[in-house]
């Protein structure tokens, strides 16, 4: 069945405020999903009671994990050459989400960089979070944390000074459409371009590439 935006269920009885910029959310449906949306930071999330537990993640994430083939591996080649080696090219960093794949740490291995890997799942090495990085990179994370700005805090608690997190997450459009990305149970939080920009105003952050499609790098600087 496709999913329609349906611009006239738009509501604004919704007490709820932005977890990003703190405006007043509005209901919007698309398709069988209700979402709440944030119309000043683009930010689409679903509804809390839609969130699933740890040992519901954990058993979706065993069963659906990435596919490591020669589509997966030249995403994240591509991701690496584009968005982080013309901001940094050597240092200290994490794959945070990593999830089972390794493919990411082993690129970025291969270009230089010494990479420790960190999922709360799959590689729960705790140890790693004590540290800090010259780079923090989270593929397919951030439409997977439910307490989003605590989620967010922790992760560039993790960026040195001066440091970089490189994101990639599939940006969602205005117009959302039959949107493959909402219909996984395990997203809960969807970005939109300008979403990011409010994100590194919050966190003091700087956004120092933007695709508009699904990678964003910040870098942790004093201004
Ligand atoms: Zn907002």
């Known amino acids: 069945m496709e999913i329609q935006f349906e611009s006239e269920s738009l509501s604004l009885n919704s007490s709820t405020n932005c977890p ?11 398709g069988s999903i209700t979402l709440l949306y944030c119309k000043t930071c683009g930010l689409y999330s679903k509804e809390e009671k839609t969130f699933l537990s740890p040992i519901e993640e954990f058993n979706r994430y065993e069963k659906h994990s990435a596919l490591v083939d020669d589509h997966y591996v030249s995403m994240m080649t591509k991701f690496v050459s584009e ?3 013309p901001n940094i090219k050597q240092g200290n960093a994490i794959d945070y989400g990593a999830g089972k794949t390794g493919v990411l740490k082993q690129v970025l291995e291969t ?3 010494i990479c420790q890997s960190y999922d709360p799942y799959f590689a729960n090495h ?4 004590e540290d800090k990085y010259d780079l923090v990179v989270a593929t397919e994370v951030v439409e997977h944390f439910q307490a989003i700005m ?3 805090e922790k992760m560039v608690h993790l960026v040195k ?6 994101i990639m997450t599939q940006f969602a459009k205005d117009d959302l459409g039959d949107w493959w990305y909402l219909r996984d149970s395990t997203h809960y939080h969807f970005y939109q371009e300008r979403t990011f920009d409010y994100i590194a105003k919050r966190l003091d952050l700087t956004v120092v590439f933007n695709d508009k499609k699904s990678q964003v790098v910040f870098q942790k600087s004093s201004q």
């Open 20 to 30: 990003i910029c703190g405006n007043k959310l509005i209901t919007t449906i698309a």
């Open 126 to 129: 705790r140890e790693v979070l």
């Open 83 to 85: 968005a982080i080696l």
């Open 150 to 152: 605590i989620e967010w």
């Open 111 to 113: 270009n230089g960089f």
């Open 161 to 166: 000074q001066n440091g970089f997190m490189a």
